[in-house]
């Protein structure tokens, strides 16, 4: 096994490597900046860890790595502009350092890059990829839909939200981990087990998400702060808030939550105050922890060594401790 910080120098790496200069430049120009950012890489991280738990060459899961984050990154390039987010991990988004019809166009080629990594493996492997990722890119549109959806309702209720961040978010985590599994064909029962492992990490990281994106730093943070409450997102954190409130506080939510003013420190200022006041980001904070234990729960029955399920359980841990 190799340390996280290894892994994500195999997959710069190897992204390197795979790299041409094509035409039209504005095609894939967006495409080399938005991988180019760089990120934690924690998903394509997962499937090559993945793939060395069951006891294959990490190597050999560089490809489904490669289009588990080429994927991802088409979805950000896509919901940056659904979003009109300014900044990805502290830089422009795609949309605003070129425009919206190439940001559409880069997406879209993105998807079909990512689909092409597979083709470097053998039939049975390949088809148990593409059917896996299949589903998992049409679950990751109906979780964007639903977010989108939930914008505009004022019943959205938390096991609505907990579903939606599950297709959003989490089933891509899942998915990374499974394509590891898959690659190093191990036993259906441990790709399975991997995924439920990936799925419940996802919805920690989910919802770690929502929480910096109101109470994270700025500086470390890459995203704009307060995003979701700009974009009355009815986060995780909305939703407790809403559940713990009172009459005054619940009538102040609503409203603002239904306005999109010109300045919106205030709104951002007033909403977290209430998050805090309510007991909503404490509720939210325990959330995170849940879903962390309940993935730990599921690897005691994974079959691997003792020591592969540390380093799995020291990797969740290091992301609900994260900042940025």
Not at 31 to 55: C, N, Q, W
Request: charged share 25%.
């Amino acid at each position: 096994m190799h340390s996280i910080y290894q892994y994500q120098q195999y997959i710069s790496d190897y992204l390197l490597a795979e790299y041409e200069t094509k035409e039209p430049q504005n095609l894939y120009n967006p495409i080399h900046y938005i991988l180019g950012l760089g990120g934690k890489r924690m998903r394509p991280v997962l499937t090559l860890m993945s793939a060395e738990v069951f006891d294959a060459d990490y190597k050999k899961a560089l490809p489904a790595a490669l289009a588990v984050e080429v994927f991802h990154n088409f979805s950000l390039v896509h919901d940056d502009i659904m979003d009109d987010a300014p900044l990805r991990r502290g830089n422009e988004t795609v949309h605003e350092k070129w425009n919206i019809n190439t940001a559409i166009l880069s997406g879209d080629a993105m998807l079909i890059l990512a689909y092409q990594y597979f083709e470097k493996y053998n039939t049975e492997v390949f088809r148990a990829l593409a059917k896996l990722f299949s589903k998992t890119a049409l679950e990751v549109c109906e979780g964007q839909q639903y977010d989108v959806d939930f914008e505009t309702r004022e019943d959205v209720t938390i096991p609505e939200y907990l579903k939606m961040i599950e297709y959003k978010t989490a089933v891509l985590v899942g998915a990374a981990m499974k394509m590891g599994a898959i690659v190093a064909e191990t036993s259906q029962e441990n790709a399975d087990l991997i995924y439920d492992f990936g799925l419940n990490l996802g919805l920690a990281f989910q919802l770690q998400d929502d929480y910096l994106d109101a109470f994270g730093n700025p500086e470390t943070f890459g995203k704009q702060v307060g995003g979701d409450i700009i974009e009355n997102k009815k986060t995780y954190l909305f939703l407790k808030a809403m559940e713990f409130s009172n009459a005054n506080q619940k009538e102040q939510l609503l409203h603002l939550f239904s306005i999109h003013p010109n300045d919106n420190a205030d709104k951002i200022a007033t909403v977290k105050d209430i998050f805090t006041e309510t007991g909503a980001a404490k509720a939210t904070q325990q959330a995170i922890q849940d879903y962390t234990l309940k993935a730990f729960a599921t690897l005691q029955k994974i079959s691997i060594d003792n020591e592969k399920k540390e380093l799995l359980k020291s990797f969740g841990e290091n992301l609900m401790g994260r900042k940025v």
